[in-house]
């Protein structure tokens, strides 16, 4: 009896089509993530703040607090994964058609410090944030990051006093204020200017 071979399906030779036509790319950017933050190597009300500086290293931020002290410890990796497209037809085998979604491994280590030093309090946290996705066409050797993480690289306040000076009248009146600089509190990274202190700055 002859056996009748059953057709390939549409839905694999599409999927051999795409593979053969993407490429796939990741991009990874590391923001202080070479030291372990747990919180149970410090004990409240024993744990001073030199001990922590000399097992983690000085914190990303600081502020004074009442009488004593707040850190702010984060480790950031940021990943972006990236799907590219490209035709071997006329000029489009140079270009290549990108789309990328972006994510970013958050780890927060909290520390508040009484007047004489010693820890009083501290939490610890870690989420995964969403960072969107993007979309770009470009040369088909390019790689270049399509997800906008600018929020989570951005540079100390406390290394940009001088040119504050120089800002905005609204910006610079509030940069006393300013919860980078360690006189008024701190806030994480990507923090949108929308809400809380950033309002006085009257940002765009």
């Keep these: 009896m002859r056996e009748n071979s059953s057709p390939i399906p549409w839905s694999c030779i599409l999927l051999l089509l795409i593979t053969g036509l993407c490429s796939c790319t ?27 500086i000399s ?7 600081l502020s004074k607090y009442n009488d004593g002290l707040v850190f702010l410890y984060e480790s950031i990796d940021i990943k972006e ?11 489009f085998r140079w270009l ?7 994510v970013a491994e958050r780890e ?21 944030e ?8 470009s040369f088909l050797v390019s790689i270049e990051s399509l997800v906008d993480s600018s929020s989570l690289e951005g540079e ?28 008024s509190g701190i806030e994480q990274l990507g923090a949108p200017d929308s809400v809380g202190q950033h309002t006085l700055e009257l940002a765009e």
Excluded: C, M
């Design 96 to 102: 290549k058609f990108s789309y990328a979604r972006g």
């Design 55 to 61: 097992k983690i290293g000085p914190p990303s931020k």
């Design 156 to 183: 100390p306040a406390s290394l940009t006093w001088g040119s504050s000076l120089l800002k905005p009248l609204p910006e610079a009146l509030n940069y006393p204020q300013n919860l980078g600089t360690g006189e």
């Design 26 to 52: 990741a991009i990874s950017k590391k923001i202080d993530t070479e030291r372990t933050l747990d919180e149970r190597s410090f004990i409240l009300s024993e744990t001073h703040y030199r001990e922590v």
């Design 130 to 137: 969403n960072l969107g996705s993007g979309q770009a066409v």
């Design 81 to 91: 994964r990236q799907l590219g497209l490209n035709f071997n037809y006329n000029i």
């Design 108 to 128: 927060t280590l909290l520390l508040i410090f009484g007047r004489d030093g010693y820890l009083i309090a501290k939490n610890y946290k870690e989420l995964i």
